[in-house]
């Protein structure tokens, strides 16, 4: 098993270039988990907005006592929500997605659903799944329609 000079250079070289692999995909690998960690920040700061925003609007609504248990209730009891989809596409089944939990937990619900829908393809999702298994009221809320901070 005498391995002549040539193949044991050709080997070592086979060696340097997988090496060289080796390191291009650990720096590849630390560059993405610096990207995910930016991504991160960013999603806490994004939600952070939400939450502000949010608060804000509630502000605005007058506070509604809970409905006292032992009295009758009529079956209209009003129950919101606020469906956040997107405006534009390349998102996936995202909207499909959102719409489906949407619907499937104020199924469970007793009352009627308020439904704001947030974005041009949730709505169309929304009106086309929800309208046959919901008794609902809806607001559209184009994100194009809302003025700029």
Not at 57 to 71: L, Y
Not at 106 to 124: F, R, S
Request: aromatic share 8%.
């Amino acid at each position: 098993m005498t391995e002549t000079t040539q193949s044991l250079r050709t080997k070592i070289d086979r060696a340097k270039d997988l090496q060289s692999v080796v390191r291009t995909m650990k720096a590849l690998a630390a560059s993405n988990i610096g990207q995910y960690e930016k991504s991160v920040s960013a999603l806490s700061d994004y939600y952070y907005t939400v939450e502000l925003g949010l608060g804000l609007c509630f502000r605005k609504i007058a506070f509604m006592p809970a409905p006292q248990e032992g009295k009758a209730q009529k079956n209209t009891r009003l129950i919101g929500a606020v469906v956040f989809g997107s405006d534009q596409g390349l998102v996936g089944q995202f909207n499909d997605i959102i719409t489906d939990y949407a619907v499937r937990e104020l199924k469970a619900l007793p009352g009627k659903a308020q439904v704001w829908a947030v974005g041009e393809l949730v709505i169309h999702a929304w009106k086309m799944k929800a309208c046959r298994l919901l008794d609902f009221i809806m607001c559209q809320i184009r994100l194009r329609q809302l003025p700029r901070l």
